[in-house]
């Protein structure tokens, strides 16, 4: 059993990109890692191994387990195992997630079911695995990696937008339903970072579709020539991560945004703490939903 842990971190998406340093930063200033990925023996064995031969190098808490987040059985196995070795899971985060880049009508209806799966379904799973834990503690983070794309829109991420903005509605609904058992739902908002995620993007499939739009067709090659021009350190990201996580139990916030450039969503995001104040005390939820005031946008 792990004894001196700060706190013990379960990682979705830890085989390259933010998950990966997130794994890294956090094992670092002395909490307990499980860096979960799919196929750590197969496809992803290369990651799997550097990981680990890293953790032993520098002497690092990190252990990589296998989690499918479309997986019900493997996302089952893998939160077992982790409470099995360390006895509790303080904090779990959902980063595993996909692009899809494409004009919405050329984007087939199986391609949009896979990505939900992923990006909306893989955080639900994630979540109902890890709160009967969480609840017996009385305490734990449940931190959701979304994107400015959480609340914005942009034509050709029409598909990737929805799948973030349903995972804020979920993290958001879970921040007001488990504040009273001591259980905080955050939601994390990246601009664009320096990963993989550019490179492991999926395209519209219907090209015939994209075709008939005319200029309006350049559209997705624009965004992510723009999107590609502007990245920032995704080590910015992780370093907030890791002060979220650092922050006592009861004061962290519902949303941060984290981003190289200022999209004008601190701002979306301060009226949308205002707007769900008034709705919540409309229905007379203020105290169900104790830690709505004053917690509900942050920056870090
Ligand atoms: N980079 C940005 O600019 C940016 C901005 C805002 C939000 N985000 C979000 O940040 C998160 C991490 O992305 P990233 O930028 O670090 O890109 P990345 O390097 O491509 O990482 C994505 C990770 O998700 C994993 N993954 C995909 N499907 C999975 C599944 N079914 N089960 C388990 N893991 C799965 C990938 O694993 P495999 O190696 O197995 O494919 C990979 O480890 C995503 O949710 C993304 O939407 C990124």
Redesign the pocket.
């Given at each position: 059993m792990i004894m001196n842990s700060k706190h013990v971190v379960l990682i979705?998406?830890?085989?390259?990109?933010?998950?990966r340093l997130f794994a890294d930063t956090l094992a670092r200033n002395g909490h307990t890692v499980f860096a979960t990925?799919?196929?750590p023996g197969g496809?992803?064995a290369k990651?799997a191994s550097e990981i680990r031969m890293l953790a032993e190098k520098d002497s690092l808490p990190i252990y990589v387990l296998e989690?499918?987040?479309?997986d019900e059985g493997s996302v089952g196995r893998a939160v077992d195992a982790a409470v099995a070795k360390a006895g509790r899971i303080d904090v779990v985060i959902n980063?595993?997630?996909?692009?899809l880049s494409g004009l919405e009508e050329a984007v087939t209806t199986e391609q949009a079911r896979r990505l939900m799966d992923?990006?909306f379904l893989?955080p639900v799973r994630v979540n109902r695995a890890v709160l009967p834990h969480m609840r017996r503690q009385r305490s734990g983070v449940l931190m959701h990696?979304?994107?400015?794309?959480g609340r914005i829109v942009l034509p050709a991420v029409g598909f990737y937008c929805a799948s973030k903005f349903a995972l804020e509605a979920l993290a958001e609904a879970y921040h007001y339903e488990l504040a009273a058992q001591g259980i905080e739902s955050v939601i994390v908002e990246?601009?664009?970072?320096e990963?993989?995620?550019f490179g492991?993007s999926v395209t519209a499939a219907d090209e015939a579709r994209t075709n008939t739009y005319g200029a309006v067709k350049e559209i997705p090659a624009k965004i992510n020539a723009a999107l590609s021009s502007t990245?920032g350190n995704?080590q910015e990201v992780a370093d907030a991560v890791l002060r979220i996580i650092e922050t006592p139990a009861g004061e962290r916030q519902l949303r941060y945004f984290v981003s190289p450039q200022d999209l004008g969503l601190n701002e979306i995001n301060a009226l949308s703490k205002r707007v769900q104040a008034s709705v919540i005390e409309a229905f007379g939820l203020t105290a169900d939903t104790k830690f709505l005031k004053g917690k509900a946008v942050g920056s870090v």
């Open positions: 979705t998406g830890s085989s390259t990109g933010f998950g990925m799919r196929d496809r992803n990651n989690l499918d987040v479309t980063n595993a997630g996909y692009y992923t990006n893989g990696i979304s994107s400015g794309a990246p601009g664009a970072y990963t993989a995620v492991n990245t995704a």
